[in-house]
């Protein structure tokens, strides 16, 4: 199945010395990439290493200032996605970009449909993108709308777009972002299928254990330059990790240590009884003491989000009593949560967290403006202040107060996020999911922050669907399962697979931290 | 088409709402008035809006691929201008003909490149064009320019004579033509699916490879092309070139559009829509001038609640 690696052919894809730079950015520096047929290649690298910006240069959507693409053995300088296309090079970006209002067929064929007597032959045509489906065995009607189907059909779809060409170059840029387990299963297998049918696939994945099981090689890229090209096989995830952040591993085991060594031992910062909303979360007791990481694990749809919100007063508990400081608390509203010092961090940063069209500095005051109430202006100099404090503090990039959000990466975003409910200096911070979609080295960044926050006395509500996570930096971890908590475990000596057994329904007793 | 309505309904939902939007006036029409149900009322209603429906044709490629076209309407004004200042100069039908559909595509070319080149919205870009077009009116004439040429009249007059005794003018054949080629093109060609393409998602028919460029200057030629053969029906139609004609024609054909189903954000559409839109506002018009005691004005009461009602209608049905 897999190709012979030791005797490559000659690459189908050859880039040298590519250079290309954007106002103010260095995007890519001299960097040599070779893609082989017959293989499936992953392009490792954190947010802005200049993974999208390599694939955007091979496809001809962005022009290097420098270097040259070979393709086949001939010197090529795409100007347009579409003389890429025609050259034999598809690609399926991370987004569905395919036309939604249209037919499935025709999203498949659309600038290539067969035609008759000058006009788009349609039955044709549905035919045509029927075999196509049916080769990479998606069994959908042809004439079926785009947009009636899921967004993982609709991925495959795009898939079925990319090998209707001869397609002799495949570039996945992050297609399984958006898929189930069982999903990616799928289009694994048909990455495989026509891999071995010697089409050359170049993926990009965040995910380490999709990109071992599927990728025969891997290039490895950092702040726009080739640290190196490896067999899969050859080199481990450690390794790996080590040359995509550039860094020592002893920064993310650094962490798990200081966690190991606290015993928080802080006053009871919020005790809530039997605190619960019918639909959302059944009633549960939880307690977290000031200076403390208090992680929920559980599966998506468990009630982790839902506890949290209830926690924030963005849903109405309809039963329990919430106890703040010793004072009873009744939540109207987040307003009320953000007075007693509670912040929530929400899982959806692009919908319910940042403002997209505002710059970093006017994100970053928000929230604390808003605890000021609209009448007291913040004073510019203050601004400026905090702001260069939490730039500083948190490593965002670009380091530019009056950069819009919209054009951060994922992790920047989620730290600016991070910030901005800091600088309200809140006693509890409830992190949904603040890891998700980034890179391991802001991943590091955020844990290493949390871990420092709670050192400081504030007590954090970490919430993650990766549990390793959950267990490496949380004191103390509650389980949840189908909307119930039901179990509450020493973070210092529970491991992954305790929790993993709990989360399954094995039946493990309840252990209460001492 | 018939048999894709079962299977996606929702898609033909709107142009069948107009049609039977339509029905419904006329039915009203019919039962309240005598005489209303005639062929030749329905055969006047093609005759007294030919141009409209051809604008409306070219409306519908602008909306589809996302843009607006607010030129049409001065570019009306200015090709009666032309065609009138044109007869009379002495000049022979076919070259006036040529002249007039000449400048409308050259106008829209035009609007199309700085659309496209200088990425300004349409609306301002069209809105400017709409300036010019109207200013150059009045460069030719302030004055109506009546047509005296004996040919454009003998066109202008000539009646088809269909049978039952209902009889049409040539325009409503050249609208008609029009509805039927603008039909083939969104339908059966690349270019019509790239308009389709390009509304639906501008970025993803870039990424697809498709020639976006060409379809975005596209079709602003198409609708100057089609604004401009509108104001050789409605120079037919006058028998007269004035540079205040057409004055708001623009809205009346993007209401048309609109109130046929074509959503204003692109992508979804039909231009049998905007010929039903064409006759539901025909249609109202006649109603009123049957009641005979309502002000004319209560058409545009009227085509403003039915916009309100349709603009809400795609709005929940973009929602859903």
Redesign the interface.
């Known amino acids: 199945m897999t190709p012979p690696l030791n005797e490559p052919p000659p690459p189908v894809v050859e880039m040298r010395g590519i250079s290309l730079a954007f106002p103010g950015v260095k995007a890519l520096q001299d960097v040599d990439f070779r893609l082989f047929p017959g293989e499936v290649h992953a392009l490792m690298g954190e947010n802005g290493a200049g993974k999208s910006t390599l694939i955007k240069t091979l496809t001809g959507v962005h022009r290097p200032d420098g270097g040259q693409v070979v393709l086949g053995g001939d010197e090529v300088a795409f100007s347009s996605p579409g003389e890429a296309q025609h050259a034999g090079i598809s690609t399926v970006y991370q987004e569905v970009n395919l036309c939604a209002n249209l037919t499935v067929a025709e999203n498949i064929l659309l600038g290539r449909e067969p035609r008759r007597f000058g006009g788009i032959d349609f039955p044709a045509m549905r035919k045509r993108a029927g075999e196509v489906l049916a080769r990479i065995g998606v069994h959908i009607d042809p004439g079926s709308s785009l947009g009636e189907h899921p967004i993982a059909v609709q991925q495959l779809v795009a898939i079925a777009r990319a090998i209707a060409v001869d397609c002799r170059v495949l570039v996945l840029d992050e297609p399984t972002s958006s898929l189930d387990a069982g999903e990616v299963a799928e289009l694994f297998r048909i990455m495989r299928v026509l891999r071995d049918e010697g089409v050359a696939i170049l993926f990009v994945s965040h995910f380490l254990d999709q990109v071992y099981e599927i990728s025969d090689r891997m290039t490895v890229l950092r702040n726009g330059s080739l640290v190196g090209e490896h067999l899969t096989a050859d080199v481990d995830r450690r390794t790996l990790i080590a040359q995509m952040i550039g860094r020592d591993l002893g920064a993310l085991e650094a962490i798990e240590d200081a966690a190991e060594k606290r015993h928080p031992d802080g006053p009871v910062l919020l005790h809530a009884s039997e605190l619960g909303r019918r639909g959302a979360i059944d009633p549960f007791d939880l307690e977290i003491r000031a200076g403390e990481v208090v992680g929920l694990a559980g599966l998506l749809g468990s009630g982790r989000t839902e506890l949290a919100r209830l926690l924030f007063g963005a849903d109405r508990a309809d039963s329990g009593r919430l106890v703040v400081d010793g004072k009873p608390l009744r939540l109207r509203g987040p307003r009320s949560a953000i007075a007693a010092g509670i912040a929530f961090s929400s899982e959806d940063r692009k919908g319910e967290g940042l403002v997209a069209d505002l710059s970093i500095r006017d994100n970053l005051v928000l929230a604390m403006q808003a605890a000021r109430g609209w009448t007291r202006p913040l004073p510019r100099r203050t601004k400026d202040q905090l702001v260069e404090k939490y730039l500083k503090a948190l490593d965002i990039r670009p380091a530019n107060p009056d950069a819009l959000v919209r054009t951060l990466s994922g992790g920047n975003q989620q730290k600016v996020l991070l910030a901005r409910w800091l600088v309200t200096e809140p006693r509890l911070l409830i992190l949904d999911e603040p890891t998700r979609g980034i890179d391991i080295g802001a991943k590091a960044q955020i844990q290493q922050l949390v871990t420092t926050l709670a050192a400081e006395g504030t007590a954090v509500l970490f919430i993650s669907a990766e549990l390793e996570e959950v267990v490496r930096i949380s004191d103390r971890i509650v389980v949840l399962r189908d909307r119930r908590k039901i179990a509450e475990l020493d973070g210092s000596v529970t491991g992954v697979d305790e929790v993993v057994e709990l989360i399954a329904g094995g039946a493990a007793p309840e252990k209460v931290v001492s | 088409m018939t048999t ?1 309505a079962p ?2 309904p929702s ?1 033909f939902l709107p142009v069948l709402a107009t049609v039977a939007l339509f029905v419904l006036a006329f039915g009203v029409g019919s039962a309240r008035y005598d005489g209303f149900a005639s062929g030749q009322v329905i055969a006047n209603l093609f005759i007294d809006n030919a141009f409209l429906i051809v604008l409306a044709a070219g409306m519908t490629f602008v909306i589809l691929s996302g843009g607006i076209d607010l030129s049409v309407g001065s570019v009306v004004a200015l090709s009666t201008m032309v065609t009138a200042s044109g007869l009379q100069a002495g000049w022979p039908v076919p070259l006036v003909v040529v002249a007039v559909l000449l400048i409308g595509s050259t106008l829209g070319l035009l609007m199309g490149l700085v659309i496209h080149k200088f990425d300004i919205q349409p609306f301002i870009v069209t809105l400017a064009g709409m300036f010019l077009a109207r200013g150059l009116c009045f460069v030719i004439s302030v004055e109506s320019v009546s047509i005296k040429d004996r040919t454009f009249r003998d066109v202008a007059t000539a009646a088809i004579e269909l049978p039952g005794g209902v009889t049409i003018t040539y325009n409503v054949v050249i609208a008609l033509l029009v509805v039927a080629a603008a039909m ?1 093109v969104l ?4 270019f019509g ?2 308009v ?2 390009v ?3 501008e ?9 976006t460029t060409r379809v975005k200057v596209g079709v602003y030629v198409i609708s100057g092309l089609c604004s401009s053969l509108a104001g050789l029906l409605f120079s037919l139609y006058m028998l007269s070139g004035y540079g205040l004609h057409a004055v708001g024609m623009e809205l009346d054909a993007i209401a048309a559009v609109v109130i046929g189903g074509t959503l204003l954000a692109g ?2 559409g039909y231009v049998l829509g905007g010929l039903a839109g064409v006759l539901v506002l025909g249609t109202i018009q006649t109603l009123i001038s049957f009641q005979g005691t309502l002000s004319s004005w209560w058409t545009k009461i009227v085509i403003g609640v039915l916009l309100l009602v349709f603009i809400a209608v795609q709005r929940t049905m973009v929602r859903r």
């Open positions: 894709l299977r996606v898609r083939y339908h059966r060609t690349r699916r790239t389709y393409a509304g639906g998602s970025s993803s028919a870039l990424l697809m490879g498709l020639p992508g979804v």
